[in-house]
């Protein structure tokens, strides 16, 4: 059977095997196409695959919570966190994070006295609660008028974490022109994780110098040789284990430029070394001292805990706390900085309120100015017998400052007459062995 076409003028005789054939041709060449295009979208989907798997793979799920949550932001309007303004690259800068948190060679939990675990497994730039009192949410600053900080942030075998987690509550919730610098001393730290690899996390941070002492010089001399690098009006001395929240800087500084001759804090919100909650202790509390020299938290009476909150102006404080302090430079040069003659840790907060109180100056707790704080069991560690560097500190700090209030520290302080006691013993013995 043959099939005739006329085409273009010629007639062509068609057999019918041919025209099965081409039909034959046509189906395998649709069916071909379809496969190709199948198979082209597959091969596209192959990368596509391995990237969420990456993803996946990647700081935030496992590590973190972190990149379900909008980043926390710096208090004033519309203006810039330091973070933001630093142009970090996120992408580069979560692999580092993920790379040194996991590989990091840590002790257990316990000899931190915190739940690093958890701390590890929870976002750098978790969101907290705004624990501020109302009014402060509706004061404005002045951003341009306001001065710049420095931060100075001492450290001794920290957990990486915490301290990460310090930074970066830094740099998201401090407006760019405001702060100047963190200042990471590190302290001798014997800890392999705080050494290249910090190094090469905070290269990819902004704003952010890390130096580091040869030998232990404790939290007070570590605080001081950051002090000195800082250049900026202002200096804030920080725990490592602190987290700074929404509009914390702006009323430090603030309260600074109106009264010069001050050396204020901000006020300490709680974060539970076990459960990192973050909070508000429930009634306000200011920093005072026992007569043993030791820091102790003075309930704030009713009447000045109301004013505070409705106002948000802060409230005196006879002693300021250990774990964040602000300051200005020209003030603090003046007054004579911390007493380097005091060693590791202990007596500092004290003296310092002392000596700004009998100078002429004022402390104070700002009240719009959340800063929380892991208290920890062992606030900072000792090389030697932390009971008698502490005792000898403040016997330095009663012997300067006390006048005839002395009379109230020794008998107060039996540590101080065992101390006494001891140091006799010691003499005795170098004596005999130098006859
Ligand atoms: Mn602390």
């Given at each position: 059977m043959t099939m005739r076409v006329r085409l273009m003028g010629q007639v062509i005789h068609l057999h019918m095997p041919s025209i099965q054939w081409i039909i034959k041709a046509l189906f395998v060449g649709v069916l071909l196409f379809f496969i190709t295009n199948y198979l082209s979208k597959t091969t596209d989907r192959g990368p596509l695959k391995t990237e969420s798997k990456r993803s996946e793979d990647s700081l935030f799920r496992p590590l973190d919570v972190a990149t379900n949550q909008k980043p926390p932001v710096a208090g004033s309007g519309s203006h810039m966190s330091a973070m933001e303004a630093g142009n970090v690259k996120t992408r580069l800068l979560m692999q580092v994070q993920r790379d040194i948190l996991r590989n990091q060679k840590r002790p257990p939990d316990d000899t931190y006295n915190i739940n690093v675990t958890l701390s590890d497994n929870t976002s750098m730039d978790r969101e907290i609660p705004d624990t501020r009192p109302e009014v402060c949410r509706t004061f404005s600053y002045d951003v341009d008028k306001l001065p710049a900080a420095t931060v100075v942030i001492p450290f001794y075998n920290e957990a990486l974490s915490m301290l990460l987690r310090t930074i970066h509550s830094i740099l998201w919730r401090s407006p760019d022109k405001l702060l100047a610098k963190i200042i990471l001393v590190d302290d001798a730290s014997t800890r392999e994780y705080l050494k290249e690899p910090l190094d090469r996390y905070v290269?990819?941070?902004?704003?952010v110098e890390l130096i580091r002492n040869e030998h232990r010089e404790g939290l007070i001399r570590s605080r001081m040789r950051g002090y000195r690098l800082a250049t900026s009006k202002v200096v804030l001395f920080q725990d490592a284990h602190t987290e700074c929240n929404v509009g914390w800087l702006e009323p430090l500084l603030d309260d600074l430029m109106k009264h010069p001759q001050s050396v204020i804090q901000p006020f300490v919100d709680g974060v539970d070394r076990l459960t990192l909650e973050f909070a508000a202790p429930p009634t306000y509390y200011r920093g005072a001292f026992s007569w043993d020299l030791r820091y102790t938290w003075l309930r704030l009476p009713e009447h000045e805990q109301i004013r505070s909150i409705e106002t948000g102006q802060p409230f005196f404080t006879p002693t300021v706390v250990g774990c964040a302090l602000a300051v200005r430079k020209d003030y603090f040069d003046h007054i004579g900085w911390?007493?380097?003659?005091?060693?590791?840790?202990?007596?500092e907060n004290i003296e310092l309120g002392f000596r700004t109180w009998m100078c002429g100056g004022r402390v104070v707790t700002i009240t719009c100015s959340r800063v929380g704080h892991v208290f920890k069991e062992f606030p900072y560690q000792f090389d030697g017998n932390k009971e008698e560097i502490v005792q000898k500190n403040l016997i330095r700090v009663a012997e300067t400052w006390m006048d005839g209030w002395k009379k109230y520290f020794y008998p107060d302080n039996p540590g101080v007459r065992l101390q006494a006691a001891r140091a006799e013993r010691g003499r005795t013995e170098v004596a005999r062995r130098t006859d």
């Amino acid at each position: 059977m043959t099939m005739r076409v006329r085409l273009m003028g010629q007639v062509i005789h068609l057999h019918m095997p041919s025209i099965q054939w081409i039909i034959k041709a046509l189906f395998v060449g649709v069916l071909l196409f379809f496969i190709t295009n199948y198979l082209s979208k597959t091969t596209d989907r192959g990368p596509l695959k391995t990237e969420s798997k990456r993803s996946e793979d990647s700081l935030f799920r496992p590590l973190d919570v972190a990149t379900n949550q909008k980043p926390p932001v710096a208090g004033s309007g519309s203006h810039m966190s330091a973070m933001e303004a630093g142009n970090v690259k996120t992408r580069l800068l979560m692999q580092v994070q993920r790379d040194i948190l996991r590989n990091q060679k840590r002790p257990p939990d316990d000899t931190y006295n915190i739940n690093v675990t958890l701390s590890d497994n929870t976002s750098m730039d978790r969101e907290i609660p705004d624990t501020r009192p109302e009014v402060c949410r509706t004061f404005s600053y002045d951003v341009d008028k306001l001065p710049a900080a420095t931060v100075v942030i001492p450290f001794y075998n920290e957990a990486l974490s915490m301290l990460l987690r310090t930074i970066h509550s830094i740099l998201w919730r401090s407006p760019d022109k405001l702060l100047a610098k963190i200042i990471l001393v590190d302290d001798a730290s014997t800890r392999e994780y705080l050494k290249e690899p910090l190094d090469r996390y905070v290269r990819l941070l902004p704003k952010v110098e890390l130096i580091r002492n040869e030998h232990r010089e404790g939290l007070i001399r570590s605080r001081m040789r950051g002090y000195r690098l800082a250049t900026s009006k202002v200096v804030l001395f920080q725990d490592a284990h602190t987290e700074c929240n929404v509009g914390w800087l702006e009323p430090l500084l603030d309260d600074l430029m109106k009264h010069p001759q001050s050396v204020i804090q901000p006020f300490v919100d709680g974060v539970d070394r076990l459960t990192l909650e973050f909070a508000a202790p429930p009634t306000y509390y200011r920093g005072a001292f026992s007569w043993d020299l030791r820091y102790t938290w003075l309930r704030l009476p009713e009447h000045e805990q109301i004013r505070s909150i409705e106002t948000g102006q802060p409230f005196f404080t006879p002693t300021v706390v250990g774990c964040a302090l602000a300051v200005r430079k020209d003030y603090f040069d003046h007054i004579g900085w911390f007493d380097e003659g005091l060693n590791v840790w202990g007596g500092e907060n004290i003296e310092l309120g002392f000596r700004t109180w009998m100078c002429g100056g004022r402390v104070v707790t700002i009240t719009c100015s959340r800063v929380g704080h892991v208290f920890k069991e062992f606030p900072y560690q000792f090389d030697g017998n932390k009971e008698e560097i502490v005792q000898k500190n403040l016997i330095r700090v009663a012997e300067t400052w006390m006048d005839g209030w002395k009379k109230y520290f020794y008998p107060d302080n039996p540590g101080v007459r065992l101390q006494a006691a001891r140091a006799e013993r010691g003499r005795t013995e170098v004596a005999r062995r130098t006859d």
